[in-house]
């Protein structure tokens, strides 16, 4: 197998021989250096007697630095082929249409194998992955499509029309590990989705990280503490009982309801309950309190365990939605079964805005 993307080049400041797209090289250097592409190729069965040109691995790694670098469509990896002195032979826009399309759902599920296997080897030398409980971050996001020629796609709640896929994102790393392809109208809380990202997910983790926490797995077989955050789209019963089936910890943002709201009026003037919140480096967050109300809300249909902790902020224009009207603070909060002091759990479940980093990077 030959799945290496990139050409073996020095690179210096200054000279004649300028290039473009050397950062890129330096990605597939990369890749190169995991093994990505032959790992790849070893899970594409050739379907003719005559190996293929261009090896499918390399196209597929050609294919994702096309992406990295922008590309919008096949057509795109003409940008690769004007730098041969650093891809080495790309292949044209037809061959990697023809390598997309053969891809069935069996090569897929192979492909998303040899991945697991190259990430088991990159977090296996990471300081970052080596220890502490395994963070997954869930969301959804729109993306729009100006065609409505396109497959599976539909109108969004915003007016828009395109797709609405679900993501999930290891937070140590900002990894994209799953990722489900929906149409514009599916629908934000949906439980299948949310436990099928998850699954994916885990799935493409480590095998001492995963283990045990698959459906309905030992808790004894658990070797690495496993937390899903998710906004309000995964305050269901179902996510959270699928995930305690998991072995997997949660942290959800609430919805309001009244209960929430009775628990939150009667202790609003209760000094003693509000603690200091605390920005992510530790520092205190100016005008930021932090309440736990569990014993003020019957939980009895949550997983045993849970938590409701709110906190809440002095009141700025264009603040979203709050749990509780009031005039002076916005109000927000959050289900957990995590053990801890509310203050750090609120820190905790803030750092769930790394994820619209990594939507923001992926689009």
């Known amino acids: 197998m030959n799945g290496s993307s990139t050409a073996r080049v020095k690179v210096e400041a200054g000279g004649d021989q300028v290039v ?23 899970r594409i069965v050739a379907i003719h007697r005559r190996l293929p040109l261009h090896d499918r691995g390399k196209v597929l790694v050609h294919a994702m630095l096309m992406l990295a670098s922008g590309g919008e469509c096949c057509a795109d990896i003409e940008h690769l ?28 599920a192979a ?23 395994v963070v997954l971050d869930l969301d959804a996001s729109l993306v729009d499509i100006h065609s409505e ?16 896929p679900l993501l999930c994102f290891a937070d140590a790393t900002g990894e994209t590990l799953s990722a489900m392809l929906r149409p514009g109208n599916a629908g934000a809380n949906t439980v299948a989705d949310h436990l099928r990202v998850l699954d994916d997910a885990i ?24 937390v899903a955050r998710a906004d309000s789209a995964g305050c269901t019963e179902g996510f959270v009982g699928g995930c305690r089936h ?12 009244r209960q929430i709201q009775a628990a939150i009026s009667r202790v609003e003037e209760e000094a003693k309950r509000w603690l200091p919140a605390v920005h992510q480096d530790g520092e205190p967050r100016r005008g930021a309190a932090v309440a736990e109300v569990t014993d003020l809300c019957d939980l009895s249909s ?46 905790f479940m803030r750092a769930h805005a790394h994820v619209e980093n990594h939507i923001c990077r992926l689009k």
């Open 149 to 164: 020629n396109k497959e599976a796609t539909g109108p969004t709640y915003k007016g828009g029309f395109g797709f609405h």
């Open 302 to 347: 949550w997983p045993s365990g849970t938590r409701l902790i709110v906190r809440r902020e002095p009141l700025h224009p264009g603040a979203q939605k709050t749990l509780f009207p009031s005039l002076d603070y916005r109000y927000w909060g959050f289900y957990t079964d995590q053990e801890g002091h509310p203050v750090e759990l609120d820190r």
């Open 203 to 226: 799935a493409q983790l480590p095998a001492s990280v995963a283990a045990g926490h698959r459906p309905d797995d030992d808790a004894a077989g658990v070797r690495r503490a496993m």
């Open 111 to 133: 492909l998303k194998e040899a991945v697991a296997g190259v990430r088991e080897r990159v977090w296996r030398r990471s300081a970052s992955t080596r220890t502490g409980p």
């Open 20 to 42: 473009g797209h050397v950062g890129l090289h330096a990605l597939g250097a990369f890749a190169d250096g995991l093994g990505l592409g032959d790992a790849l190729s070893a």
């Open 246 to 257: 998991r072995n997997v910890g949660f942290s959800v943002v609430a919805r309001s309801n």
């Open 81 to 108: 082929r004007t730098e041969p002195e650093l891809f080495g032979e790309v292949c044209s826009d037809s061959t990697l249409y023809r390598t997309l399309r053969s891809l069935d759902p069996q090569t897929v």
